[in-house]
């Protein structure tokens, strides 16, 4: 990846103090020709950003030239004037104010935050948020001490107004800032674009492991890729990237839902996207989307109240399936033997949500998972029952989940149907990667729930199809940014 630093003036920034190309805002307008074919990350650390000035038009002309930069022509108008940007203020000056204790119980009267990274881990709140909002290289924040801490002002900091220990700090939150990792030095292939891919390394289950994200770093190298993982934290400088991969459990009451709105906003592909988090989230949703489309579900009802139990178990028969709305991995899905038990499984789910579903139970051996990316199928995976269990993954077993094993197929080998209705459902949801469960029953086919956010791990989900998948999920991103380019 291409780092390239813009100063105002030639000695504002030594060469020796970054590994990365440092030209001035003059040289950067003159030739609209450098880096041509490149997509460079673009720091501007011009002394004015006044309208019209250099800086303006240095933040104002990089995002037509393709490149990535920060901070952008709308943070400049931002913080052009306090009017523009005091709907911030409510949510930092109460950030701020959670900071009071650990900063030593009174505010200085400004202070300096880098790449979202203050003097401190003291300000770690604050300065994060801060750089959320205004994703500016270096900002100064002027507050007015009190019983209740408030901003009075927040302007850009130019290197020359920098005192020596700010300026060391500066150089060391852009290390930090712009530190790579995952970076294959195999990789014969410049990168054109840079991926960013949502983990969380204490996820008990997640949807890909930290192995299986190498192993596609190193294909995505070969693809002219770069593959980095992301956490929580790194919300500020997600900006900095050109398409996101979240590989943590989403919901859209989590931070990875804020993720993939951020990446929508910022007009990079993401999966999964918000509106198929939206639609994949909610089985009540899922059930009457497929049963609208056609597409085959189990014999289902909705419960909304303990008058619905005795028609559900009239109607599908004991034993019979009861799940919450939102779940994830077979959480929030339970097997109900006899009406005493239905009752009270549903009352106990009903205090915290007004609908649940009941379903017929099918027994199976096995569940199939269509992997499906922009309407075609991807993978083709059987997920074997856990031991002594109807599902896949026994959650109540002591210690961690106790998943079953799998068989994995290519796609010509699996029966035509499967694909079909697999390939039908995920349509219903969008044109990202989805991962259909279904049940091959003697009654027929019947699609259990389209998961935005399937597993994909390499030995399992792969095995089929081998390295196709991904190759096609690293050329689904490509195609998107390649056509934002032409545009």
């Given at each position: 990846?291409?780092?390239?630093?813009?100063?105002?003036?030639?000695?504002?920034?030594?060469?020796?103090?970054?590994?990365?190309?440092?030209?001035?805002?003059?040289?950067?307008?003159a030739?609209?020709?450098?880096?041509?074919?490149?997509?460079?990350?673009?720091?501007?650390?011009?002394?004015?950003?006044?309208?019209?000035?250099?800086?303006?038009?240095?933040?104002?002309?990089?995002?037509?030239?393709?490149?990535?930069?920060?901070?952008?022509?709308?943070?400049?108008?931002?913080?052009?004037?306090?009017?523009?940007?005091?709907n911030?203020?409510?949510?930092?000056?109460?950030?701020?104010?959670?900071?009071?204790?650990?900063?030593?119980?009174?505010?200085?009267?400004?202070?300096?935050?880098?790449?979202?990274?203050?003097?401190?881990?003291?300000?770690?709140?604050?300065?994060?948020?801060?750089?959320?909002?205004?994703?500016?290289?270096?900002?100064?924040?002027?507050?007015?001490?009190?019983?209740?801490?408030?901003?009075?002002?927040?302007?850009?900091?130019?290197?020359?107004?920098?005192?020596?220990?700010?300026?060391?700090?500066?150089?060391?939150?852009?290390?930090?800032?712009?530190?790579?990792?995952?970076?294959?030095?195999?990789?014969?292939?410049?990168?054109?674009?840079?991926?960013?891919?949502?983990?969380?390394?204490?996820?008990?289950?997640?949807?890909?492991?930290?192995?299986?994200?190498?192993?596609?770093?190193?294909?995505?190298?070969?693809?002219?890729?770069?593959?980095?993982?992301?956490?929580?934290?790194?919300?500020?400088?997600?900006?900095?990237y050109?398409?996101?991969?979240?590989?943590?459990?989403?919901?859209?009451?989590s931070?990875?839902?804020?993720?993939?709105?951020?990446?929508q906003?910022?007009?990079?592909?993401?999966?999964?996207?918000?509106?198929?988090?939206?639609?994949?989230?909610?089985?009540?949703?899922?059930?009457?989307?497929?049963?609208?489309?056609?597409?085959?579900?189990?014999?289902?009802?909705?419960?909304?109240?303990?008058?619905d139990?005795?028609?559900?178990?009239?109607?599908?028969?004991?034993?019979?399936?009861?799940?919450?709305?939102?779940?994830?991995?077979?959480?929030?899905?339970?097997?109900?033997?006899?009406?005493?038990?239905?009752?009270?499984?549903?009352?106990?789910?009903?205090?915290d949500?007004?609908?649940?579903?009941?379903?017929?139970f099918?027994?199976?051996?096995?569940?199939?998972?269509?992997?499906?990316?922009?309407?075609?199928?991807?993978?083709?995976?059987?997920?074997?029952m856990?031991?002594?269990?109807?599902?896949?993954?026994?959650?109540?077993r002591?210690?961690?989940?106790?998943?079953g094993?799998?068989?994995?197929?290519?796609?010509?080998?699996?029966?035509?149907?499967?694909?079909?209705?697999?390939?039908?459902?995920?349509?219903?949801?969008?044109?990202?990667?989805?991962?259909?469960?279904?049940?091959?029953?003697?009654?027929?086919?019947?699609?259990?729930?389209?998961?935005?956010?399937?597993?994909?791990?390499?030995?399992?989900?792969?095995?089929?199809?081998?390295?196709?998948?991904?190759?096609?999920?690293?050329?689904?991103?490509?195609?998107?940014?390649?056509?934002?380019?032409?545009?």
């Amino acid at each position: 990846m291409t780092w390239v630093i813009l100063t105002g003036r030639p000695g504002d920034l030594d060469q020796v103090a970054t590994p990365h190309k440092i030209i001035t805002t003059r040289d950067y307008l003159a030739h609209p020709s450098l880096f041509r074919g490149q997509r460079p990350k673009v720091i501007n650390l011009s002394n004015s950003y006044a309208y019209q000035s250099r800086g303006y038009y240095a933040s104002l002309l990089a995002s037509s030239r393709g490149h990535k930069i920060i901070p952008s022509v709308e943070t400049l108008i931002d913080l052009s004037a306090r009017k523009l940007y005091e709907n911030s203020l409510p949510e930092l000056e109460q950030a701020l104010n959670r900071c009071r204790r650990d900063v030593g119980g009174t505010f200085p009267s400004s202070v300096s935050i880098f790449f979202g990274i203050g003097p401190s881990r003291a300000w770690d709140r604050f300065a994060r948020l801060l750089f959320d909002w205004f994703r500016a290289p270096a900002l100064e924040v002027a507050i007015e001490d009190g019983e209740w801490a408030t901003i009075r002002k927040i302007s850009f900091l130019p290197l020359a107004r920098m005192k020596a220990d700010e300026k060391a700090r500066f150089l060391a939150n852009l290390e930090t800032y712009t530190s790579r990792q995952w970076r294959d030095t195999r990789t014969r292939t410049p990168a054109r674009y840079s991926f960013a891919t949502l983990i969380d390394p204490q996820e008990a289950l997640p949807p890909s492991s930290v192995n299986s994200l190498k192993y596609w770093s190193r294909i995505a190298g070969k693809m002219g890729v770069e593959v980095e993982p992301i956490t929580r934290k790194d919300l500020p400088r997600l900006a900095n990237y050109d398409a996101l991969f979240i590989r943590e459990t989403t919901s859209i009451s989590s931070h990875t839902y804020r993720f993939a709105r951020r990446a929508q906003q910022e007009g990079m592909p993401v999966i999964d996207d918000p509106m198929s988090m939206i639609r994949c989230t909610n089985k009540v949703y899922l059930n009457e989307l497929m049963i609208t489309h056609r597409v085959p579900v189990p014999p289902t009802m909705m419960i909304s109240g303990p008058a619905d139990l005795q028609a559900a178990a009239d109607t599908l028969g004991f034993p019979i399936v009861l799940k919450i709305p939102d779940g994830a991995f077979s959480r929030g899905v339970k097997k109900a033997a006899n009406m005493e038990e239905l009752k009270r499984l549903a009352t106990t789910w009903l205090e915290d949500s007004d609908l649940l579903i009941a379903q017929k139970f099918l027994p199976t051996e096995f569940d199939w998972r269509i992997g499906v990316l922009g309407g075609e199928p991807l993978f083709s995976v059987q997920y074997l029952m856990a031991k002594k269990h109807w599902q896949i993954v026994n959650h109540e077993r002591r210690g961690k989940p106790d998943e079953g094993g799998f068989r994995s197929f290519t796609i010509k080998e699996t029966p035509p149907e499967v694909i079909d209705i697999a390939v039908r459902a995920a349509r219903c949801i969008g044109n990202g990667l989805y991962g259909v469960d279904l049940k091959e029953t003697t009654e027929g086919v019947y699609v259990i729930e389209v998961n935005d956010n399937p597993n994909l791990d390499h030995g399992c989900e792969d095995a089929g199809e081998k390295d196709a998948v991904w190759v096609k999920l690293t050329q689904w991103f490509i195609d998107r940014l390649d056509r934002q380019g032409r545009q």
